[in-house]
């Protein structure tokens, strides 16, 4: 497993983020997976990635800001390949535009922390 975390200065944090079961919640989630899909699908860990999943959403500095928190997996079954946070971290960085943009959303520049 590995974690993402990162802040979207275009997405308001409200309260209805803090119940997985809201709408916002699940609309959400739905979008960001997809996104986080495709961009982990297009890296060095396509051939291990198996997805991603929603953990939290959290008020971030800005007022139009949702900081999200995900925990990613991957199989660990191969002996030839050894997960590099920090190689993954600047596919990241070149995948969103230099950390401003995943999709339709619009990042926070110093928010992308990837945790092996």
Same mark, same amino acid.
């Given at each position: 497993?590995? +974690?993402?975390n990162f802040t979207?200065?275009?997405? &308001? %944090? +409200?309260? @209805?983020f803090? /119940?997985?079961?809201?709408?916002r919640f699940s609309? #959400?989630?739905?979008? *960001? +997976?997809?996104?986080l899909? &495709?961009?982990?699908?297009?890296?060095?860990?396509?051939?291990i990635? +198996?997805? $991603?999943?929603?953990?939290?959403f &959290?008020p971030?500095?800005g007022?139009? !800001? #949702?900081?999200?928190?995900?925990? $990613?997996?991957y199989?660990? !079954? @191969? !002996?030839?390949?050894?997960? !590099?946070?920090? =190689?993954?971290y %600047?596919?990241?960085?070149?995948? #969103?535009?230099? =950390? #401003?943009? *995943?999709?339709i959303?619009? *990042? /926070?520049?110093?928010? *992308? %922390?990837?945790n092996?």
């Amino acid at each position: 497993k590995f +974690t993402i975390n990162f802040t979207i200065t275009n997405l &308001r %944090y +409200t309260s @209805s983020f803090s /119940n997985p079961h809201s709408v916002r919640f699940s609309a #959400t989630t739905n979008v *960001l +997976t997809a996104l986080l899909d &495709r961009l982990f699908k297009n890296s060095s860990i396509h051939s291990i990635y +198996t997805g $991603c999943k929603m953990m939290a959403f &959290r008020p971030a500095q800005g007022i139009e !800001d #949702t900081g999200v928190d995900a925990v $990613c997996t991957y199989k660990t !079954d @191969s !002996d030839a390949f050894q997960f !590099d946070q920090v =190689i993954l971290y %600047y596919e990241v960085s070149k995948k #969103t535009n230099g =950390i #401003t943009n *995943l999709g339709i959303y619009s *990042l /926070n520049q110093e928010s *992308l %922390y990837i945790n092996g």
